[in-house]
């Protein structure tokens, strides 16, 4: 399933909404969690912050892709 999912940098964020789009079930698991015994992250909250926001706004783009339209038939 993971192969048919649509790619996009960053996707690992959304994988589970991904994941139920296609039809799949997420289950959630319990792990250790450990502190950082060195260095510090490279990591900063307004660098992310631009990419998570156009990154939401595509998983949202792709939800609403995915809803199927009701189509009736009229009979004359």
Do not use: C
């Not at 996009?8 to 909404?17: G, N, V, Y």
């Not at 991904?18 to 660098?47: D, E, F, I, M």
Request: charged share 20%.
């Amino acid at each position: 399933m993971y192969l048919t999912l649509p790619y996009f940098d960053h996707m690992h964020r959304f994988l589970p909404a991904l994941v139920q789009r296609a039809g799949g079930k997420v289950v959630s698991v319990q792990v250790n969690h450990r502190p950082r015994t060195q260095g510090v992250s490279k990591y900063g909250t307004w660098g992310r912050l631009w990419v998570g926001i156009w990154d939401v706004l595509g998983v949202m783009w792709l939800q609403r892709r995915a809803k199927v339209p009701v189509v009736e038939e009229v009979r004359r």
